[in-house]
Structure formats: C-alpha cells, structure tokens
C-alpha cells in the first residue's frame, strides 16, 4: 500500500503576505496621486530635519477614474489628466491614504492646479 503525497496547503496568512500589486480604481472624476519626495537637503547643502520638511505640493498620477456624470444626458465627461501625468495640486486637497506601504492621495480632478510638461 502507497501513501499518498502530503498536501501543503497555504494558510491565509502566507497568502495575504505575497506582494501582489494592489490594483485601485478611483471612481467618477477622482484620481490617486503619488506625491513626490520632500527634500532632505537645501539648495545652499543644508540637510533639513524631517519636522521641517515641507510636503510637496507635486506628484504623479497613478490611477484615473471614468470621469464625472453629465447629468442632462447621462454620458461621461472625460478627465483631462491621464496615468503618468505630473502635476500640482492645491495643499491641503484630497484624502490621504495608505495601499501596499505608499502614501497616496485621493483627490478630485478640481484640486489638480497644473500639469507639468
């Protein structure tokens, strides 16, 4: 009489533990925004303490949703940003949120002030 192969089951724990992309889709005319790096050190070569540090106000776009609701003839309104663009947001817009150990914002497509070319 053979013994069947022990089967190794993953528990959910491991699972859960794999770094797969988390794949986010903000809705209506929202975006998700990266912001970019503060800098640690001065023009003139002084290093700043991270207290002083000032949250840039660019970043680039990650995600994009479907755009905003035409209300008279039920079509979307395409946005005029697209994944990968830079731009500058005004300082306190959106909501701050936390996927896969980056910090992201949520933000309508109104907050956006500029995009970088």
Known sequence: MTK???KTSKSPASASSSKT???VRP???KILV???EAQSKTESGLYLPESSKD???TGTIQAVGTGALNTDTGERIPLSVKKGDR???SSYSGTEVKLDGQDLLIMSEDDILAVVD
């Open 21 to 23: 992309p988390l794949a």
């Open 27 to 29: 809705l209506h005319d």
């Open 55 to 57: 949250k840039p106000k």
């Open 4 to 6: 069947a192969p022990a």
């Open 87 to 89: 731009v500058i947001f």
């Open 34 to 36: 990266k912001r970019d």
